[in-house]
């Protein structure tokens, strides 16, 4: 074969989808019962949305966008991420003029351009659910507590870790940036390039460098929860009230500072100690300063944003797996063209009862049947042959124990509805 699927991509073939459906299915129903309606926005922007929104000194802005110029001149960009393009819709969509808050939530494809690694995909998955218009703290325990439910209790994982950080707000940070610029000053040298650029614009985001240099240089560096104003530790604090209400256990890492720039107060990531290096399933926040970053009027949000890719993947690694039921109800065992016409008008009618069906089409031998009957775990087989149509019943067979009985075709369909 000489042409090959796009580096960090995947196919996902029919026995992965199932499960991916049903992945799908846990998370839609799971909005219904919080109240979170599903937004649909296009895979594309302009790319100044995500300069905007997502953070000119991000890694996502600097190195892992797709962006390209389309036959009218524009620059777009395949969207790395969700977030930004419903604060747009927000504002594009009047959606403010709606009664507030706005729950909304989102899945699909996403586009980064990263060094694919296992976990670590160019086209991946995210699941997100977002909160526009509410300030209260609530709206903050509301987003963890749904992300806490599904891999606690939905999914049922294990060794997870909920990681819990302020981040404070613009007037808290002017303080804490000035520290941190006079922390790293002394061992500017010896930063990456990426954190050297980062030193003046956001030198916060040098916590969140991933290079082990650039690690150990910050690990003495001063936190942010030792400068967060009065506003933003009374909301942190009842976060944690909230929390602690609810059960849900967290640990504090004033380290945590999530990888985009509009996130203010709340922030917090969801890890699975088993799944190695991508270890984050999940991460989120509040995001106060985006939706008038993007040009909106000044309003709070709060979200988070999974990877899907990373559920599976530490489902894997624990040993369990998300439960499809996709095998097939009856395979329909059919000798000779008449045998074929009456098996398909059953086939019809199987169907449009709601049962699984499937039938010979290449005239194999009766027992090759059988045994694709077999191989395709097919609960009932039904054999309709010249004896089974000179009588006018079928030989119906259970798959499961070789009982086999002797059903008029008319009442083939009843009999399996009721088995
Ligand atoms: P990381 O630190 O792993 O790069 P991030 O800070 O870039 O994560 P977010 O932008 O917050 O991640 O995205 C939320 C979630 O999306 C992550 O927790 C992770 O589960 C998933 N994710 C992010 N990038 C990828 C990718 N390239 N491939 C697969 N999943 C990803
Ligand atoms: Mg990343």
Redesign the pocket.
């Known amino acids: 074969m000489a042409i090959f699927r796009p580096r960090?991509t995947n196919d996902f073939l029919p026995a992965d989808t199932a499960k991916w459906q049903e992945l799908e299915a846990l998370l839609r129903t799971m909005c219904r019962e919080y109240g979170f309606g599903e937004i649909r926005t296009p895979l594309f922007e302009e790319t100044e949305l995500f300069q905007r929104g997502v953070g000119e000194t991000t890694?996502?802005v600097q190195k892992e966008m797709y962006t390209f110029t389309d036959h009218g001149g524009r620059s777009l960009t395949l969207r790395?991420?969700n977030t930004a393009s419903a604060c747009r819709a927000y504002v594009e969509d009047k959606l403010y003029g709606q009664v507030q808050p706005i729950k909304l939530y989102y899945m699909g494809p996403?586009f980064?351009y990263?060094k694919p690694q296992s976990?670590?995909?160019?086209q991946?998955?995210?699941f997100?659910i977002e909160i526009f218009g509410s300030a209260s703290p609530a709206a903050d325990a509301e987003i963890i507590a749904f992300a806490w439910d599904l891999y606690q209790n939905r999914l049922g994982l294990k060794n997870l870790r909920l990681l819990l950080n302020s981040v404070g707000c613009p007037e808290c940070r002017a303080a804490y940036r000035k520290a941190l610029q006079d922390y790293f000053r002394p061992r500017y040298d010896e930063l990456c390039e990426t954190c050297k650029s980062r030193f003046e614009r956001n030198p916060m985001r040098i916590l969140?460098c991933?290079s082990a240099e650039n690690q150990e240089i910050a690990k003495d560096a001063p936190l942010i929860t030792d400068y967060l104003c009065d506003d933003c530790r009374a909301h942190f604090q009842q976060v944690k009230a909230m929390l602690d209400a609810a059960d849900i256990p967290y640990e504090l890492d004033p380290r945590l500072v999530?990888?985009?720039d509009y996130y203010t107060k709340t922030a917090f990531?969801i890890q699975v100690a088993t799944i190695g290096a991508?270890s984050?399933?999940?991460?989120?926040g509040r995001y106060d300063g985006l939706i008038k970053e993007i040009g909106g009027e000044s309003t709070p949000g709060v979200g988070?944003?999974?990877?899907?890719?990373?559920v599976f993947s530490a489902l894997a690694a624990q040993g369990s797996d998300i439960e499809t039921e996709d095998q097939l109800d009856v395979y329909l065992v059919v000798a000779g063209s008449a045998a074929s016409a009456a098996a398909f008008r059953l086939a019809d009618q199987l169907r449009r009862a709601g049962l699984t069906c499937e039938m010979d089409y290449a005239d194999k031998s009766f027992k090759a049947q059988l045994k694709a009957a077999n191989r395709l775990q097919a609960d009932w087989a039904v054999i309709i042959g010249e004896d089974e149509l000179k009588s006018g019943a079928a030989t119906v067979k259970n798959m499961g124990d070789g009982s086999q009985e002797s059903v008029p075709l008319e009442r083939v369909k009843q009999y399996l509805l009721e088995k």
């Open positions: 960090g890694d996502i790395p991420e996403m980064r990263e976990g670590r995909f160019r991946f998955h995210q997100g969140d991933k999530r990888g985009l990531e991508q984050a399933v999940c991460g989120g988070f944003a999974l990877g899907m890719e990373r």
